[in-house]
């Protein structure tokens, strides 16, 4: 089994509709996931020993609040961790927020995860993540504060100074923009924070696999699993788990990227005179970059085919 966590992608809709969102949120959004498949597919991921842990992120997952509580107890009661991604709503007041918590933890949520950033703060107010954050803090689950930054932005200054008082307590980190879903007509591509040396990049993959409301498996939560058709692996209703895992393994193109990173196909793609930027704003862009250029995957297909036997040889 090549994963050990499971992303449960629970509902497009969001409480916010924020110009950076990758899969296009927005309170008219209705796609949603019923509790009894949740509940299928962790029994099935209870099976393996590899997979270790069952995220719940959106949309804003918290709108189904009891669902998540539910399910979140289910996964526990499995031996499975749980996490939540949320933009912090609740935290209305003091005691909202710490009743949420509360719920969260007797559920069995061991971390919570925050979106922090201008974009979210358009339509969430700061001082309800900074309650509901300080909640999740003062209830023994861990936290951790994920912002977003552009060129023009300059969130973690703010976002450090809002929190110093639980940074004690909560991680935080921030990552580029990228150009995907509503991104991609709200964000002028100049305005990315190209950082990344797209030779040397390698994949980002953690062993996450996707559960999409949408009904797909997508082998990892790349802002551009949408746009990138390879990455979308299989369907919940017709593929189990260990099929899923099998066919990341044996794809060729994946073997090469996991392995070795993107070097190798971007001199390849040079040798076929493709010309692709020296920086880039994340890995996940060299991954778009290959994936969703047809023409060049067709010229590389044997290739690839002769690396990736070379590869498992030497493995």
Request: aromatic letters at 10%; charged letters at 25%.
């Amino acid at each position: 089994m090549i994963f050990d966590k499971i992303s449960i992608l629970l509902t497009d809709k969001c409480n916010a509709c924020c110009d950076m969102c990758c899969l296009s949120c927005s309170p008219q959004n209705t796609l949603h996931l019923d509790t009894q498949t949740i509940k299928n597919v962790i029994d099935e991921a209870a099976g393996f020993p590899e997979i270790k842990q069952i995220l719940f992120t959106g949309g804003e997952a918290l709108l189904y609040y009891d669902q998540v509580l539910e399910c979140s107890a289910y996964a526990r009661d499995r031996g499975l961790q749980i996490s939540v991604y949320t933009n912090g709503f609740w935290g209305t007041s003091e005691q909202e927020a710490a009743r949420v918590a509360s719920d969260l933890k007797n559920s069995g949520v061991g971390m919570v995860h925050f979106s922090v950033d201008n974009y979210h703060q358009e339509w969430i107010p700061a001082e309800n993540v900074l309650r509901a954050v300080h909640a999740v803090n003062e209830a023994g689950m861990k936290s951790e504060i994920s912002i977003m930054e552009t060129r023009e932005t300059n969130n973690v200054h703010w976002v450090k100074e809002l929190f110093k008082n639980e940074l004690d307590k909560s991680k935080s980190g921030w990552w580029p923009l990228l150009p995907a879903g509503r991104a991609k007509g709200k964000i002028n591509r100049d305005k990315l924070l190209n950082i990344f040396q797209a030779k040397k990049s390698l994949c980002y993959f953690d062993k996450m696999l996707l559960m999409h409301c949408n009904g797909n498996y997508y082998m990892c939560c790349s802002v551009y699993f949408n746009e990138i058709p390879r990455l979308k692996i299989g369907t919940i209703s017709q593929n189990s788990l260990a099929e899923l895992s099998d066919y990341v393994i044996s794809d060729d193109w994946f073997f090469i990227m996991l392995n070795i990173g993107f070097e190798w196909f971007l001199n390849k793609a040079e040798e076929f005179g493709f010309v692709f930027p020296e920086l880039v704003p994340c890995p996940c862009e060299c991954c778009r970059l290959i994936f969703c250029n047809p023409d060049l995957m067709h010229k590389l297909e044997n290739d690839v085919r002769l690396k990736a036997d070379e590869l498992r040889q030497q493995t």
